[in-house]
């Protein structure tokens, strides 16, 4: 259990120094903490409840924690899931309860790595929660639907942070080289245009991987002329990652020249890109994650193998790493090709959100309602459901839809492949 710090001592790692210490220093998730938006209304007015802040590394989640700790007028206490068990999180309880007590003062709880405590763990807190003695803020790279106890998740509010965009790590690494008092401006660096543009594409949208490379090639680079000159060279070697042999517009080219050899059922010009992208220094996670997004887009159910080749080859790029994964990832993109092909998928996905967006979707039709607890028929009459394994086939007419909805229509199955069986077996029963 440690109190947030908010002391920068030359000790602390660069990223750590470069926090922000108030919204408008915060860098991204203007969808969430943009002017008007309710988590950035909430924190301003000092009346954030318990939240859940979810999403990749280095993208701000623990930042946005320590803004709220700099603004809030509340008691700030920070814990880790990894290293923190039950005995500590009574301790903050008891702590909370005589803050509360003694002074009327309110206690967050920033609960790093949220998705790692067990059921036990996080049954400690409910109460807390439930009584507003804490106000508890977990983060996490987990999707907490999946990774967290239900009995959490349904207490706190959820934020979803987004990849940040080139221009925010942009933003991030300037703002550090300038900085005299938390950055490394007083030491006087200057960094390389393609250097700086190096650290960006290589840092996936990582703001802390991003800082780290900055400050490891400053502190490991001599000073020369008075000033510490950050070449390409050095930007490579402290990020450990080469630059792209090509340039910007040539690399998305032959990405998109991918891409449409996949779509195309083309496995030779699909291969010969991936082996130029390849050697030109793009990161094989971008080639597995296309043919994941091609597997459901141009090729579906004419063929749902062609989905479980692109995931298996994704694993196994993470399990055994380059260049072996390189085989799995050339198997996958001939099982994408050679597939027939079909875009109903990605029609249906998004004709169906589409609808979803509009609203008016109206009630859930009564035989459709859940009729599992106690006193449901007082309420609701399912008696009108008509369970399936009754029937020959284990199918029946009976509409799914609600009002206004029922003869819509968005997964259209093709003919090729194993959409043609579904299209039979529609056509058979008359399905629309």
Same mark, same amino acid.
């Given at each position: 259990?440690?109190?947030?710090?908010?002391?920068? &001592?030359?000790?602390?790692?660069?990223?750590?120094?470069?926090?922000?210490?108030?919204?408008?220093?915060?860098?991204?998730?203007?969808?969430?903490?943009?002017?008007?938006?309710?988590?950035?209304?909430?924190?301003?007015?000092?009346?954030?409840?318990?939240?859940?802040?979810?999403?990749?590394?280095?993208?701000?989640?623990?930042?946005?924690?320590?803004?709220?700790? +700099?603004?809030?007028?509340?008691?700030?206490?920070?814990?880790?899931?990894?290293?923190?068990?039950?005995?500590?999180? *009574?301790?903050?309880?008891?702590?909370?309860?005589?803050?509360?007590?003694?002074?009327?003062?309110?206690?967050?709880?920033?609960? !790093?790595?949220?998705?790692?405590?067990?059921?036990?763990?996080?049954?400690? /807190?409910?109460?807390?929660? #439930?009584?507003?003695?804490?106000?508890?803020?977990?983060?996490?790279? =987990?999707?907490?639907?999946?990774?967290?106890?239900?009995?959490?998740?349904?207490?706190? *509010?959820?934020?979803?942070?987004?990849?940040?965009?080139?221009?925010?790590? +942009?933003? @991030?690494?300037?703002?550090?080289?300038?900085?005299?008092?938390?950055?490394?401006? %007083?030491?006087?660096?200057?960094?390389? =245009?393609?250097?700086?543009?190096?650290?960006? $594409?290589?840092?996936?949208?990582?703001?802390?991987? @991003?800082?780290?490379?900055?400050?490891?090639?400053?502190?490991?680079?001599?000073?020369?002329?008075?000033?510490?000159?950050?070449?390409?060279? /050095?930007?490579?070697?402290?990020? $450990?990652?080469?630059?792209?042999?090509?340039?910007?517009?040539?690399?998305?080219?032959?990405?998109?020249?991918?891409?449409?050899?996949? *779509?195309?059922?083309?496995?030779?010009?699909?291969?010969?890109?991936?082996?130029?992208?390849?050697?030109?220094?793009?990161?094989?996670?971008?080639?597995?994650?296309?043919?994941?997004?091609?597997?459901?887009?141009?090729?579906?159910?004419?063929?749902?193998? @062609?989905?479980?080749?692109?995931?298996?080859?994704?694993?196994?790029?993470?399990?055994?790493?380059?260049?072996?994964?390189?085989?799995?990832? &050339? $198997?996958?993109?001939?099982?994408?090709?050679?597939?027939?092909?079909?875009?109903?998928?990605?029609?249906?996905?998004?004709?169906?959100?589409?609808?979803?967006?509009?609203?008016?979707?109206?009630?859930?039709? =009564?035989?459709?309602?859940?009729?599992?607890?106690?006193?449901?028929?007082?309420?609701? !009459? &399912?008696?009108?459901?008509?369970?399936?394994?009754?029937?020959?086939?284990?199918?029946?007419?009976?509409?799914?839809?609600? %009002?206004?909805? #029922?003869? &819509?229509?968005?997964?259209?199955?093709?003919?090729?492949?194993?959409?043609?069986?579904?299209?039979?077996?529609?056509?058979?029963?008359? +399905?629309?």
């Amino acid at each position: 259990m440690t109190l947030f710090d908010y002391n920068n &001592t030359a000790n602390q790692p660069l990223a750590d120094r470069m926090r922000p210490r108030t919204l408008d220093e915060f860098i991204g998730q203007k969808h969430i903490v943009g002017p008007g938006k309710l988590l950035r209304r909430a924190i301003l007015a000092d009346k954030l409840t318990s939240s859940i802040f979810y999403g990749p590394p280095g993208c701000g989640k623990t930042s946005l924690a320590y803004v709220i700790a +700099q603004m809030t007028k509340a008691a700030f206490v920070r814990m880790n899931a990894v290293t923190s068990g039950v005995a500590e999180v *009574r301790e903050v309880l008891k702590e909370a309860d005589d803050r509360r007590k003694m002074y009327g003062k309110a206690t967050y709880l920033l609960l !790093d790595e949220c998705h790692r405590w067990n059921k036990a763990q996080s049954d400690s /807190i409910l109460p807390a929660i #439930e009584e507003g003695l804490i106000r508890f803020i977990g983060s996490t790279t =987990e999707n907490p639907m999946i990774a967290m106890t239900p009995a959490i998740v349904s207490r706190c *509010r959820l934020f979803a942070f987004e990849p940040l965009g080139d221009k925010d790590v +942009q933003t @991030a690494l300037e703002r550090a080289i300038a900085d005299e008092q938390h950055g490394v401006g %007083q030491m006087n660096v200057r960094v390389d =245009e393609d250097a700086l543009r190096h650290w960006v $594409q290589s840092s996936g949208g990582d703001i802390r991987m @991003a800082l780290n490379a900055l400050e490891l090639a400053t502190l490991s680079t001599p000073t020369q002329g008075g000033e510490i000159h950050i070449t390409l060279a /050095i930007a490579e070697d402290s990020i $450990q990652k080469p630059v792209i042999k090509v340039d910007d517009s040539l690399y998305y080219d032959m990405l998109s020249a991918f891409c449409k050899s996949l *779509r195309g059922s083309d496995a030779d010009a699909a291969l010969l890109w991936f082996s130029r992208l390849l050697y030109a220094g793009a990161d094989p996670r971008l080639i597995a994650r296309r043919l994941i997004a091609h597997a459901s887009e141009d090729v579906g159910m004419a063929n749902p193998d @062609a989905m479980v080749q692109a995931v298996t080859a994704t694993q196994a790029l993470e399990f055994v790493g380059m260049p072996e994964a390189r085989l799995s990832l &050339t $198997q996958a993109i001939i099982a994408i090709c050679e597939s027939p092909k079909s875009n109903s998928v990605v029609e249906a996905m998004v004709q169906a959100k589409a609808d979803a967006e509009r609203g008016n979707l109206g009630a859930v039709p =009564e035989h459709l309602r859940d009729g599992h607890y106690a006193g449901h028929q007082r309420i609701n !009459d &399912t008696s009108g459901y008509l369970y399936p394994h009754d029937f020959p086939g284990h199918w029946v007419e009976q509409n799914y839809m609600p %009002q206004g909805f #029922e003869d &819509t229509v968005y997964y259209r199955p093709g003919s090729l492949g194993f959409e043609g069986n579904i299209r039979k077996k529609k056509d058979k029963h008359g +399905q629309k």
